[in-house]
């Protein structure tokens, strides 16, 4: 297969000029593997991008999305809408903490985040607090890449290009402890007094000003960062105390990452809305999600009759998402697969852990069927290259791992099996040695 001209496409997330120079390429997926062009066979360690929970190309979706495609291919949202947006929400709705049962349909995690960021300034204005606009993010944290993601965001690089994002927004401290919590089997001891940083921005700016605390429940996209315990139960506490808005970004805890369908279950903290995005279509088409409490929903439905919300987008609730969707989660409840992490946590854990002591290791994180490992950045070269080359060198052995600053994240589809958990340590106990 020849390989296509590179210039045109602006390639998101990634050096372009150095992945142009060296491709990898993706040409098919079945199951736990992707093929490149050449057919050389990839064992899936990332579920894509976190996002094909149940594995590639499983016939119940992709039936389901062409059968769409030939029946009803797009309606309108706005003022009309289609019977499988209603079912798919009244079927998400089974899989939430009690009381989070309205849903809101997006394309993207992105979009989750804004939509719901606004809900909860627009619902403090219907309560009567038009005052409290500002957001409240985490260091660390990653919420999209819009502009309101971007500034309730905390990972500098994707910060620092676009000015001032939005207006009013600070951030709590994060959670990272390597000195107290290194090489922790699942999640940290010590920490839960870093959800008192709360109290710290509600004396800077006042509770009255603050309208929401957006934080990923287990912080993925910086590298995997657990919540110590007792840390997300003491942010619910403060947040109440306050009247503050709490949404838990599940965007990647969404659908079963950690053996619970969300994180909120998972840690049993009950947040006032959850944004998802990914796993819910398996990745296949483009949909997000934002549950809010029935409370925050009929704050808006008051009043003379008319639009209620001023938001949404041209492809929410697309019906080819729809379709996908509710074949995703046939197939996630047939094979039990929105709690089988659980199942295989012990596993993943005992073999990720195998690694300690190999060089520059510095930290080895797990939970569900998600993992981390760390490293020391290399004096005097670019934040992350210890990683990037363990992802190459992974690559190069048929592994697919994500690079994310100094970690190398693992997050397979929750299909994947003990031999395919073996295949991908023992990838890394070759790989790691020979990177400087
Ligand atoms: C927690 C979280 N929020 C938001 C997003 C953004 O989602 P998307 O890339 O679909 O816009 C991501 C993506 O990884 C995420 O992990």
Known sequence: MTTPRMDAFWMPFTANRDFKQNPRLLSRAEG????????????????GLWCVNAGHARPRIVEAI?????????????????????????????????GLNRV??????????ETALKIAIAYQRLRGEGQRTRLIGRERGYHGVNFAGTAVGGMGPNRKMFGTHVAGVDHLRHTH???RNAFTQGQPEHGAELADDLERLVALHDASTIAAVIVEPMAGSTGVLLPPKG???RLRQICDKHGIVLIFDEVITGFGRLGSPFAA???DVVPDMITAAKGVTNGTIPMGVVFAKQEIHDAFMQGPPGIELAHGYTYSSHPMACAAALATLDTYAEEELLTRAARMEGKLQSAL???KGLPNLVDIRNTGLVGALEFAPRPGAAPGRRAFEVFLGAWNKG??????????????PLIINDSQIDQIVSTLAEVIPTVE
Not at 32 to 47: C, F, I, K, N, S
Not at 71 to 84: K, R, V
């Open 32 to 47: 736990m593997h992707y093929w490149t062009p050449e057919g050389r066979q990839v064992l899936d360690g990332t579920a």
């Open 66 to 98: 062409a059968r769409q495609a030939a029946t009803l291919d797009f309606a309108p949202p706005f003022q009309m809408a289609h019977p499988l947006a209603f079912e798919l929400a009244e079927r998400l709705t089974e899989l939430t903490p009690p």
């Open 104 to 113: 809101f349909f997006t394309n993207s995690g992105s979009e989750s985040v």
């Open 177 to 179: 402890d390597l000195q």
């Open 231 to 233: 840390y997300l139960q």
């Open 265 to 267: 279950q998972h840690y």
């Open 353 to 355: 852990h195998t690694l």
């Open 399 to 412: 592994v697919l791992l994500r690079a994310a600053g100094d970690n190398i994240a693992i997050s397979p």
